[in-house]
């Protein structure tokens, strides 16, 4: 095994992890849509959409994480796209813009401190790796 691959199986599993669980996630958001909107207080018209995109999040994740040789550019992006997002989810339960329930600004919040520590570790793959 060269010395590049074994830094960069680190960021590799972290990204395959984040793949996972974010299209797995999608997946439940779509699927439960209709049942999470009461007790989380958020519409099955914003599920859907965040479902949708979670689902290609999550494959596009797996594609990255599986390319014979990680793109700096890419695994960059990942992070970024992971700030911005936790970014959202911490603002969304207090613009006011969806009526969240009391259950759905902890959900928003524990999603926020979530996809934070994915791009943590993220960051501290592609500083291992010497991307």
Known sequence: ???LV?????LRTVLRLD???TGVF?????AGAAALSGPLGLPTAWSIP????MVGGGLALLLIAGYPDLVPSHSVAV???NVVSA???LVLPFSGLPDLTGFGVAFMLIGAVWVA???ALEVSGVRRGGL
């Open 1 to 3: 095994m060269s010395t």
């Open 6 to 10: 074994a830094r960069t199986d680190y």
């Open 19 to 21: 793949g996972w669980g």
């Open 26 to 30: 999608g997946v439940v958001m779509l």
């Open 50 to 53: 965040f479902g949708v995109a």
């Open 79 to 81: 992070i970024g796209v």
């Open 87 to 89: 970014l959202a989810l």
């Open 117 to 119: 520590v994915f791009a």
